[in-house]
């Protein structure tokens, strides 16, 4: 009696093995932190290499600064408000550059690395394609006021790097605004590499 007690057991003990093994093998090891790959580390003077951005602000009475902030993220801002200016006239340019980090995957995957969580940030933007482009590139433009009052965004991924370029002015011309926020974010890519 005992032995077939015993035999039972390590019968039931194999088959418990044996599926536990496959089970294991099935799943895949868990990823662990150090197998994401982190978000690389942009200059500490990025919104400075971005050059002169005059150009797409009124003329202002004071040099106004094109600030950073964010150490992961980095956000260049400056803004010229109507307030300010002898007439009718305002602008804003808002520059984010996101070096994407990799991602944990779903079970049994491996990482997401950072090129691929880039291109998802990209794609989650509906906004229109921009043909001709040496990276992918989105823009949306919202006009107001008999379009003199246009509120431009692009967004470029490139590699790991997404940036996108909010430009609000007025007046302005659409056109040429358009390829100044383009050239901005290209400016903003090449000099985060």
């Known amino acids: 009696m005992a032995s077939r007690l015993v035999r039972g057991t390590a019968i039931a003990s194999g088959i418990a093995a044996v599926a536990g093994l496959g089970i294991g093998f099935a799943a895949g090891e868990p990823v662990r932190a150090k197998d994401i790959a982190p978000a690389r580390k942009l200059p500490a003077d990025l ?58 995957p779903g079970a049994g995957q491996p990482p997401i690395p950072p090129e691929v969580a880039a291109k998802q940030a990209f ?13 992918p590139t989105r823009s949306h433009v919202t006009g107001q006021a008999g379009g003199q009052d246009w509120l431009i965004s692009v967004l470029v991924q490139r590699a790991d790097i997404v940036v996108q370029v909010d430009y609000k002015a007025y007046p302005v011309e659409r056109e040429k605004a358009e390829q100044a926020v383009l050239v901005l974010a290209d400016r903003a890519i090449w000099e985060s590499k």
């Open 123 to 135: 794609e989650r933007k509906p906004w229109d394609d921009v043909e001709d482009r040496p990276y």
């Open 47 to 104: 919104c400075s290499r971005l050059g002169d951005i005059s150009i797409l602000l009124p003329a202002a009475t004071t040099p106004v600064p094109f600030t950073q902030t964010g150490a992961n993220d980095v956000h260049c801002q400056a803004k010229v408000d109507e307030s300010t200016q002898p007439a009718y006239t305002a602008a804003t340019v808002d520059v984010t550059i996101t070096p994407q980090a990799g991602k944990a």
